[in-house]
């Protein structure tokens, strides 16, 4: 079989991990090489290890992971906020551009859990005042990235994601205003890109009967 970028997205509680382990298995059954990549901007490889570089040196001034007034206050500033984006788009550039590529080239699907539209989505909720779209550094980004040849979408209503990201641990939940923002942009985004929308809220089995057939 051709190597194939396969990308899934959606909001919290949509499936993406239970259906991307399926998709792992049909790969394996067809003893066809894959790999799965993880890019969520702002916690790709690269920027881990800066923020564990920094931590090193900076100590306790720096707040920990995930939620908190003094991570707030901190990123309040323009410049850090600048920054933080700056580098999230160089490490996804390198991801995207290079090691992706490399992955293909070799042979290899390559299995996303999430992609470009879903970090510019991380990105406008995080900074709702940043037009980052606008950069010229997300513009080579997109650019850049390799159009995936199965780009999936995983839509469940609001009320079910709720429902499900109570059933599972998550260590830096959305609030319920960033969960309501995030599937508002979700729904407009879908409108402009190539994504083959599913219907998630279907018994698992029939969510992967679709996929399978998105795959062939």
């Not at 260590?171 to 508002?184: G, H, N, S, V, W």
Request: hydrophobic content about 40%; proline content about 5%; glycine content about 4%.
């Amino acid at each position: 079989m051709n190597a194939k970028l396969i990308t899934l997205s959606g909001i919290d509680g949509s499936g993406k991990s239970t259906q991307i382990t399926s998709i792992q298995n049909y790969y394996r059954k067809l003893n066809s090489p894959f790999v799965y990549l993880w890019t969520r901007g702002g916690s790709t490889p690269g920027i881990e290890i800066i923020k564990l570089l920094s931590r090193k040196v900076a100590g306790k001034k720096l707040p920990p992971s995930g939620h908190s007034i003094q991570r707030d206050q901190m990123f309040k500033k323009n410049w850090i906020q600048n920054m933080w984006l700056m580098l999230s788009i160089l490490d996804l550039l390198r991801i995207y551009s290079i090691n992706i590529r490399w992955e293909l080239w070799r042979g290899k699907t390559v299995i996303c859990d999430r992609y470009l539209w879903d970090t510019l989505i991380d990105f406008k909720i995080m900074f709702p005042y940043i037009e980052i779209e606008n950069w010229l550094l997300w513009k080579a980004l997109v650019w850049c990235a390799p159009e995936p040849d199965v780009e999936l979408l995983l839509m469940i209503p609001i009320e079910l994601s709720e429902k499900r990201c109570l059933q599972k641990f998550d260590p830096f939940p959305d609030t319920k205003e960033q969960r309501i923002l995030r599937y508002a942009l979700y729904k407009e985004t879908s409108n402009l890109n190539k994504w083959s929308i599913i219907d998630a809220t279907q018994p698992e089995e029939a969510v992967f009967v679709q996929i399978k057939h998105k795959l062939s």
